[in-house]
C-alpha cells in the first residue's frame, strides 16, 4: 500500500507533458548508447568514456530534429539531467555527475558553456499584457454583469498583481513624440 502511495506521488510530481519529453529523450539515450556499445546506466564505464558518451549525446540533442535545427543549452541540459537522474532513480549511481553529487563532470560543463556562449539572448515578454487587470475589473463592473463575471473580474485583477511579480508587470512602455517613457498602471 505505502509503495502505490509513493508511487503515485512520484507520477504526480511530473507534468504529462514533462513525462513524455523525458520518455522520449531516454529512448534516443539508450538507443545513442546501445549505437556505441555502452549499458545505459553507464555502470563499470570509466571516465573517459562516460565523458565522451555523455558529451556525444549532448552534441546530438544540440542538432534538434527535422526543420527545428539546433536548440539551445537549456534543452541540453534538460536532456542530460534526465538522463542522469533516471540512471540515479534506477541505480543510485551518479555517472554524470562529480563526487559531490551537484555538478556535471568538468566535459559536460564545459560543452554547456560553451553552448550558452552561442545561444541568441533571451528575450523576455510578458506573459500577460499589463491593460488584461483593467479591462478584467471593467467587464465585471458592467451593470449587466453576472455575478459570476464580477467574480471573475475580480480574480484576474488578483491573480495579476497579487500572484505575479509585480515589478515585471506593471511598468509598460509608451512612446510620445519619438521618446520612451515608463509609466506605472493605475488600477
Known amino acids: 500500500m505505502y ?4 508511487d503515485r506521488g512520484i507520477a504526480n510530481g511530473r507534468v504529462e ?12 539515450w539508450t538507443s545513442y548508447c546501445a549505437s556505441h556499445r555502452v549499458r ?3 555502470d563499470g564505464e570509466n571516465y573517459e568514456t562516460v565523458a565522451r558518451i555523455a558529451t556525444g549525446f549532448g552534441g546530438k540533442i544540440r542538432c534538434g530534429k ?6 539551445g543549452a537549456g534543452m541540453v541540459r534538460a536532456g ?3 538522463v542522469a537522474a533516471k540512471i540515479a532513480m534506477d541505480s543510485g549511481a551518479q555517472p554524470l555527475h ?3 553529487g551537484t555538478h556535471y563532470i568538468k566535459p559536460i560543463q564545459l560543452m554547456l558553456a560553451g553552448f550558452s556562449k552561442f545561444d541568441p539572448a533571451v528575450e523576455k515578454k510578458l506573459a500577460a499584457h499589463p491593460d488584461l487587470p483593467r479591462y478584467g475589473v471593467a467587464r465585471g463592473n458592467r451593470k449587466r454583469s453576472s455575478e459570476k463575471q464580477k467574480a471573475v473580474g475580480d480574480l484576474v485583477n488578483v491573480a495579476f498583481y497579487w500572484l505575479l511579480r509585480i515589478g515585471e508587470y506593471t511598468t509598460k ?6 521618446k520612451k517613457k515608463r509609466r506605472k498602471l493605475k488600477t
Do not use: H, N, Y
Not at 509503495?3 to 509513493?6: D, K, L, N, Q, V
Not at 507533458?17 to 534516443?28: G, K, N, P, V
Not at 512602455?173 to 519619438?178: F, N
Open 3 to 6: 509503495f502505490r502511495i509513493a
Open 17 to 28: 507533458a514533462t513525462t513524455i519529453a523525458r520518455e522520449r529523450i531516454l529512448e534516443e
Open 80 to 82: 542530460l539531467g534526465g
Open 98 to 100: 562529480q563526487k559531490d
Open 40 to 42: 545505459p546506466r553507464l
Open 66 to 71: 527535422g526543420r527545428s535545427g539546433q536548440v
Open 173 to 178: 512602455q509608451q512612446v510620445r513624440k519619438g
